[in-house]
């Protein structure tokens, strides 16, 4: 009910103040498991993709933003949800496999799940590695990655900015990226291809420097 009410009253209005610049959108599959990855460059990507997108996006969200009490905790818990988010413990010390277990339940029952392969916002702009657990989802769930290149949306909201603000975004959905291709390989390799190809891809759509190592996660970083 929530991303219902939440996608009729959010396209509308974002689209009317930011009248973003979308291409590509026909490579989003219709219908049956789909990942969307996507360069990260600001808090508001998680909001942009769904809000664009053709059908709903599932992303992760910290599950503070679904336990708070009174008015607040109900407008945070009615917004993240009405923009597809899962609640995820990044406090538990099985985080990241439960991410990716949350991730593979969407992906099976046939739904769209948005993922950074670079694991947090990048603070320079440049594009960095991405980690290989868009590889492990595509090859595990059988399903086909679609790249997201993103532009502007760190203007919006720049790091240390607590405040919304109006700016020119681009949106670009690439051709799928097949997890076929790369049957027969060993699963290692298999996902790190498959993962570098994921990246290649953003690079062309964001237009972004590359840069030649992974992104670490700052400290206390509230991405």
Same mark, same amino acid.
């Given at each position: 009910?929530?991303?219902?009410?939440?996608?009729?009253?959010?396209?509308?209005?974002?689209?009317?103040?930011?009248?973003? @610049?979308?291409?590509?959108?026909? %490579?989003?599959?219709?219908?049956?498991?789909?990942?969307?990855?996507? %360069?990260?460059?600001?808090?508001?990507?998680?909001?942009?993709?769904?809000?664009?997108?053709?059908?709903?996006?599932?992303?992760?969200?910290?599950?503070?933003?679904? @336990?708070?009490?009174?008015?607040?905790?109900?407008?945070?818990?009615?917004?993240?949800? &009405?923009?597809?988010?899962?609640?995820?413990?990044? %406090?538990?010390?099985?985080?990241? *496999?439960? &991410?990716?277990?949350?991730?593979?339940?969407?992906?099976?029952?046939?739904?769209?799940?948005?993922?950074?392969?670079?694991? @947090?916002?990048?603070?320079?702009?440049?594009?960095?590695?991405?980690? +290989?657990?868009?590889?492990?989802?595509?090859?595990?769930?059988?399903?086909?990655?679609?790249?997201?290149?993103?532009?502007? +949306?760190?203007?919006? *909201?720049?790091?240390?900015?607590?405040?919304?603000?109006?700016?020119?975004? &681009?949106? $670009?959905?690439?051709?799928?990226?097949?997890?076929?291709?790369?049957?027969?390989?060993?699963?290692?390799? $298999?996902?790190?291809?498959? @993962?570098?190809?994921?990246?290649?891809?953003? $690079?062309?759509?964001?237009?972004?420097?590359?840069?030649?190592?992974? %992104?670490?996660?700052?400290?206390?970083?509230?991405?």
């Amino acid at each position: 009910m929530f991303y219902r009410v939440g996608a009729t009253l959010l396209q509308p209005v974002s689209r009317l103040l930011y009248r973003p @610049t979308i291409t590509g959108i026909e %490579n989003v599959p219709p219908k049956g498991g789909v990942i969307l990855a996507s %360069n990260h460059l600001s808090f508001i990507d998680s909001f942009a993709i769904p809000l664009v997108a053709p059908r709903k996006v599932s992303f992760l969200a910290k599950s503070d933003y679904f @336990t708070g009490s009174g008015p607040r905790g109900l407008l945070s818990r009615g917004f993240f949800s &009405s923009v597809g988010a899962i609640p995820v413990d990044r %406090n538990s010390s099985r985080a990241a *496999q439960e &991410s990716l277990d949350l991730a593979l339940e969407v992906l099976q029952a046939g739904g769209a799940f948005g993922i950074y392969p670079e694991g @947090t916002r990048s603070r320079d702009g440049r594009l960095y590695r991405g980690r +290989t657990g868009v590889g492990w989802l595509a090859l595990t769930a059988g399903v086909p990655v679609v790249p997201v290149g993103l532009r502007g +949306t760190d203007q919006i *909201q720049p790091v240390g900015s607590r405040w919304p603000r109006l700016a020119k975004v &681009s949106v $670009a959905f690439g051709p799928p990226i097949h997890p076929e291709t790369y049957a027969g390989m060993p699963a290692g390799r $298999a996902r790190r291809e498959l @993962t570098d190809d994921v990246m290649d891809a953003i $690079a062309l759509l964001s237009g972004q420097e590359r840069a030649d190592t992974y %992104n670490e996660v700052p400290t206390l970083d509230p991405s």
